[in-house]
C-alpha cells in the first residue's frame, strides 16, 4: 500500500518565491516537498490563467535542510522528495490560480489551498482541490510628493461641526444625534450584537474646508479621507453608493469646493500641497 503525503506553503519564501502578488511578467519558483512509501513518478504544476490552462512538469530538486515544514508531516519515510518549478505570469493584471498534481505508482495525488482557502499550509486531497491565488498587478511607481508629504487621516463626522445649531441637514433615520461635541460614542445593538443605531457628531466636508488653515499650520500637505461616500454608518466602510457623496457630510459641490481649495497655485510633484 503506498502512503504520502506532502508540503507546500505559499507564505514561506521556500515553497513560494516571491511570496504575496507579483508585477506583470514576473518569474515565480514553486517548490512542494514529497513524503512516500515508494518512488514519485511525477509532480505537475497546474495553474489556470484567464483564458488558458497550462501544466508545467516540476523537477527534483537538491533537499534544503533549512526550510520548515509542518510538524504534521511524517518524519519516517524513505522516499523524500523536493520538486521545483517556475512560471513566467501574464504581461497583463488579473488573477492565477494553482495547485499540485502527484503521481506515485498507480496514484494521482492532488495538493490544493487549505479549508478555509487563505493561502499558507496546504494539504492532500481525494478531488481537485481548491486553487492557490495569485494577484498580478502593473508596476507602479510612488510620486515623489507623496514619499515626502505629511499625512493627516480624516474621519469626516468626528473632525469638524460647521453648523452652530449642530445637524443642519439630512440627518438619517435611527440616527443618534449627539448636541455635545464631548460625548462618548455609543452605539445601540440588538441580540445579535449588530448595531441598530449609529451615532453621529456632525462633521462635514464644509467643516474641513474650514480647517485648512490649520492644516497648513501643522504643516499637513496630504490629507487622507475615511470614506465619505452615502452609508448608514458613522465610519462609511458599508458604502451603499460610490457615487453619491454622503448627505450628512455635504453634496459633489462642496466637495469640489475642497478640492479646489486644496489645489493651490503653485503646485506639482515637486511642491506638495493638499
Known amino acids: 500500500m503506498t502512503v504520502f503525503n506532502a508540503y507546500h506553503n505559499s ?15 514576473q518569474r515565480i519558483t514553486f517548490r512542494l516537498r514529497t513524503f512516500s512509501t515508494v518512488p514519485v513518478e511525477a ?4 495553474l489556470w490563467e484567464t483564458d488558458q490552462e497550462i501544466a508545467i512538469s516540476m523537477h527534483q530538486s537538491i533537499e534544503n535542510s533549512q526550510s520548515s515544514v509542518s510538524d504534521s508531516v511524517p518524519k519516517s519515510f524513505e522516499d523524500k522528495g523536493l520538486f521545483e518549478g517556475e512560471y513566467e505570469v501574464p504581461n497583463s493584471p488579473g488573477l492565477i490560480w494553482y ?14 489551498n487549505n479549508l478555509k482557502r487563505l493561502g499558507g499550509e496546504g494539504r492532500l486531497w481525494e478531488q481537485e482541490p481548491p486553487s492557490y491565488q495569485i494577484t498580478v498587478h502593473k ?39 449627539h448636541a ?14 449588530r448595531v441598530t443605531d449609529w451615532d453621529f457628531f456632525g462633521g462635514t466636508l464644509q467643516g474641513v474646508i474650514e480647517k485648512l488653515p490649520y492644516f497648513k499650520e501643522l504643516g499637513i500637505n496630504i490629507l487622507y479621507f475615511n470614506p465619505i461616500f452615502d452609508a448608514p454608518s458613522n465610519h462609511k466602510y458599508d458604502t451603499a453608493d460610490y457615487h453619491q457623496i454622503d448627505p450628512m457630510y455635504g453634496d459633489d459641490a462642496v466637495f469640489k469646493q475642497l478640492i479646489d481649495k486644496t489645489h493651490v497655485k503653485g503646485y506639482s510633484d515637486k511642491n506638495p500641497r493638499f
Request: charged share 25%.
Open 11 to 25: 507564505h514561506d519564501l521556500f515553497y513560494r518565491e516571491p511570496f504575496g502578488a507579483v508585477t506583470c511578467g
Open 43 to 46: 509532480c505537475v504544476l497546474r
Open 99 to 112: 495547485y499540485f498534481e502527484i503521481r506515485v505508482g498507480s496514484q494521482n495525488f492532488h495538493y490544493g
Open 139 to 177: 508596476q507602479t511607481e510612488v510620486s515623489k510628493w507623496y514619499k515626502r508629504g505629511m499625512m493627516y487621516q480624516i474621519f469626516v463626522d468626528r473632525f469638524y461641526c460647521d453648523h452652530e445649531n449642530g445637524f443642519a441637514i439630512h440627518p438619517r433615520k435611527n440616527a443618534l444625534l
Open 180 to 193: 455635545n461635541w464631548s460625548d462618548l460614542p455609543i452605539y445601540i445593538k440588538d441580540e445579535l450584537g
